[in-house]
């Protein structure tokens, strides 16, 4: 069993920067698969960021590219995204997911290649 836990949602101003952070535990020592779904009410969940286990490959949704990055510390496994310019249309519940597994022909792209998920945290930017 892995529990996953995200942070640092919070209302911005358009423009500004935010970083999130998501924590997986329970299985010291894995080596994990880990990415960034949002979602708003009434929208399917949708892809934002994925990232390898070690660190070495990662993908991006187009309407994020240049501006997220997504980044890790193996270590702990833990997951950052790092979120600049952010528009009102960022505006989400950002979901932290894991897959116990890295499976170099997967995409991660899609939410039933993840195997543990987060409560989600609020992000909100205004106009």
């Known amino acids: 069993q892995v529990q996953v836990v995200e942070s640092g949602g919070r209302l911005v101003q358009a423009g500004a920067s935010l970083r999130l952070s998501c924590s997986a535990s329970g299985r010291p020592g894995s080596q994990l698969r880990m990415g960034w779904f949002r979602q708003t009410p009434g929208k399917d969940r949708e892809f934002v960021a994925t990232i390898s286990w070690n660190g070495d490959s990662t993908r991006y949704t187009d309407s994020v590219k240049g501006r997220f990055t997504i980044s890790r510390d193996n270590a702990e496994n833990t997951v950052f995204l790092q979120m600049n310019s952010l528009k009102p249309e960022d505006t989400a519940v950002y979901y932290c997911?894991?897959?116990?597994?890295?499976?170099?022909?997967?995409?991660?792209?899609?939410?039933?290649?993840?195997?543990?998920w987060g409560q989600g945290t609020q992000v909100t930017v205004s106009t």
């Open positions: 997911a894991v897959s116990v597994y890295d499976y170099s022909g997967n995409s991660y792209t899609r939410e039933n290649e993840y195997d543990y």
